[in-house]
C-alpha cells in the first residue's frame, strides 16, 4: 500500500518504521518532531513540514501521490473533513476504550488503572470517535507516563500487524 504517515514520538517512529518494514511504500512522512523527521531524512523519505497539514495547497500536493492510506500516530493538528474525504484515515491511540482525547497515559495513571491498550480506528469529523478497528490490551505494571509507554510499545506494533491484516479484507 501506498502510505502518508503523520506523527512524532517514539510511538510515531515505531509505527513508521514498522509500516516500513511489513513493506509499505510510505509516499510522505509529515513529522510532528525531529525524531520522526530525523530517520525519515536519512532512510531518503519523503518529508514534508505543512505549518498547517489542512491546507489546501498541502492538501492538493497530498492527492497528487495517490495513497491509499493516510496513517497517524501521535499527530498534533487536527485532521479536517477534507482529508478525512480524501483518505481512508486511521489513527493510533493509546487506552482509547476509556481515555479520549490528550493525555490519555496521565488519565490512566491518575485513575490507578492498570489495564492499558494500544487501539487505531477509522479517523472522523468528531476526536477520536471513528470506528475502531483493533484495540489491543495489555496489564502495565508501571507508574509513569514513560514507563507505560515503554510497556505499550510492542502493542503499537501488534495493533498496525493486526491492522493491515484487517484492512486488506476491505
Known amino acids: 500500500m501506498k502510505v502518508i504517515f503523520y506523527g512524532g514520538r517514539q510511538a510515531g517512529l515505531i509505527n513508521l518504521l514498522a509500516t516500513m518494514a511489513l513493506g509499505h511504500n510510505v509516499v510522505c512522512v509529515v513529522p510532528v518532531d525531529d525524531i520522526v523527521e530525523q530517520v525519515a531524512l536519512k532512510m531518503g523519505l519523503n518529508v514534508r513540514k505543512p505549518k498547517n497539514i489542512n491546507l489546501d495547497d498541502f492538501v492538493n500536493y497530498l492527492e497528487t501521490l495517490e495513497a491509499d492510506l493516510f496513517l497517524c500516530c501521535h499527530g498534533r493538528q487536527i485532521i479536517k473533513s477534507r482529508i478525512l474525504k480524501e483518505f481512508k484515515c486511521i489513527n493510533f491511540h493509546p487506552c482509547l476504550y476509556k481515555y479520549k482525547g490528550a493525555d490519555p497515559i496521565k488519565k490512566l495513571l491518575d485513575e490507578g488503572n492498570k489495564k492499558a ?38 502493542l503499537y506494533v501488534q495493533t498496525l500487524v493486526d491492522v493491515f491484516e484487517k484492512i486488506k479484507k476491505i
Open 117 to 154: 491498550s494500544v487501539a487505531a480506528h477509522w479517523m472522523a469529523e468528531d476526536i477520536d470517535e471513528g470506528e475502531v478497528i483493533v484495540e489491543n490490551f495489555k496489564e502495565i505494571v508501571s507508574q509513569n507516563e514513560i514507563g507505560v509507554y515503554n510497556e505499550l510499545y510492542p
